[in-house]
C-alpha cells in the first residue's frame, strides 16, 4: 500500500519528478565518471610500458625522463652519448638495452629511432609483446613501422612513402624530404603511446640528419646520392648520441644496485629510474586535482539531492490536505513520514540508476572512438562493489535530506490541512 501510494503520487508530479531524477542522473554521471576515467586512466599508464627495468635517460627529474621517454610528452633536456650507452649495455648485470632517439615527426606524430629489438624487448600490459597487424618490422635506412593509430588516421598502408619532418610540434617547417621512408609495417593496436609513434632505425635518424635532410642545388644532389649508397653499404649508421635508453636486467635483485652504478656514472650524469616508481610519483603529484575533480562531482551530487529536497518541501504545500486526510483516517505520523521518505528513495534510485546506466551506454559505445582518438582503452563500467557503494551513498543521502520534508509535514498537516480556507 505505501508503494502504491507513493508511486501515485509521485506520477501526480511527474513533470517536477522526472526533472529531479534528471538533475540526479546528471550528478551520478559525473561522479562516477571521474571516478572511473580515474582508475582507467591509471590502468592504461600502467599498461603502456612492462618488462622494462630502468630507463636511462640525461640527469633531470624522474617524472620528466618517464613523460618523454615512455609517453612521448614534453623533450629530453639532454642526451646520451652512445659511448655511454654502449658502455652501460656491455654491462655484466645486463640482459638486453634498446636505445631510443626522439625529435623529429610527421604529422604531429612523433618519430622515434630504436633498433629491431625494440619489437622484441618492449612489453605493454601483461608482458605483453607488441604484434604486427601487417607487413613486417624495417630491416632498412629508409623503413618505417608505424603506430595503429598513425596508419589509420592518416590512411597509410604497407609499401606507402611519407617524409619526416624536423622537430616535434605538429607543424614544422623543415622537412626531410630528401629521404623518403617507406611503410615496411604497421603495429597492431595496444592502448598506449606506441599506437601513436613512427618507428625507424637509429641509423635513418642519422641519415635525415647528416645534412638536413634536405638541399637545393644539383651538386649537393649528386653528393647527398652518393652519401646513401655509401651508408647503405654498412650495417647501419652510429648516432653520436640517443635520448634514453631502456635497459632490461638478467636478475631483478640488482635493480637498485645497476640504478646507482647509472647514477654515479663517471663519464656523463646520467638517471637510471624504475618505471613503476616514477608512475607513483606521477600519480602522487596528480592526487590533488584528483581529489578536487571528486570534490566537485561530490558537490554536484549534493546540490541535487538539495534541488530534490526543495522540491519536497514546495510539493508539501499542495499535499497538506492528502496527507491530513490520510492522518484523519488512521495513518499513523510514521506512516506520512514513511511516505516521504520513499518517494525520495524512489526519486534518488531512479536518478542513480539512469546516471549508471547512461554512462556504461556512452562508454561502451565510445570504447573505439577513445582509443582510436586518444590511445587509451577505456573499459565499460561494470557493477563493481565500488560502484554499488557509490549509489548506495547516494540513495542513502537522499533519505537522510528527506527527513526535513518528512517531519514538517505530519507536524503541520492536521491542524492546517482540515482548516476552513477563504
Known sequence: MLMRIATASLWNRRLTVLLTVISIAVSVFIMLGVDHLKNELRS????????????????????????????????????????????????????????????????????????????????????????????????????????AEVASKLGYSIGDSIVLSHGSGSVSFTHHDRYPFIVSGIL????????????????????VHSSGGHANHAEEDHDHESTIH????????????????????????????????VNQFADEPLLAILPGVALSELWQMMGMAERALALIALLVLIASLLGMTTMLLASMKEREREI?????????????LLLIELEAILIALAGALLGY??????????????????????????????TLAYLGLIVGLAALLALVPAILSYRSALSRGLSVRT
Do not use: C
Open 44 to 147: 592504461s599508464f600502467g599498461r603502456t610500458v612492462s618488462g622494462v627495468d630502468l630507463i636511462v635517460g640525461a640527469r633531470t627529474g624522474p617524472t620528466n625522463l618517464l613523460l618523454y621517454s615512455v609517453f612521448r610528452i614534453g623533450n629530453a633536456t639532454n642526451n646520451i652519448s652512445w659511448q655511454s650507452v654502449q658502455t652501460l649495455s656491455q654491462s655484466k648485470e645486463v640482459a638486453w638495452s634498446v636505445p631510443i632517439s626522439l625529435g623529429d615527426s610527421h604529422k604531429g606524430y612523433r618519430v622515434m629511432g630504436t633498433t629491431a629489438d625494440y619489437f622484441t624487448h618492449f612489453k605493454y600490459g601483461a608482458k605483453q609483446p607488441l604484434e604486427f597487424a601487417q607487413g613486417h618490422r624495417f630491416d632498412g635506412e629508409q623503413q618505417v613501422v608505424l603506430g
Open 188 to 207: 597492431a593496436a595496444t592502448g598506449t603511446p606506441v599506437d601513436q609513434t613512427l618507428h625507424v632505425s637509429l641509423g635513418s635518424i642519422e641519415l
Open 230 to 261: 655509401e651508408h647503405k653499404a654498412h650495417d647501419a649508421l652510429t648516432p653520436e648520441s640517443v635520448t634514453a635508453l631502456l635497459v632490461g636486467l638478467k636478475s631483478r635483485l640488482g635493480v637498485l644496485t645497476f640504478q646507482r652504478k
Open 324 to 336: 491530513a486526510v490520510l492522518r484523519a483516517i488512521g495513518a499513523h505520523a510514521n506512516f506520512v
Open 357 to 386: 546506466l547512461s554512462l556504461a551506454g556512452l562508454l561502451t559505445g565510445l570504447q573505439h572512438w577513445i582509443a582510436g582518438r586518444f590511445g587509451l582503452f577505456v573499459g565499460g563500467l561494470p557493477l563493481s562493489g565500488s
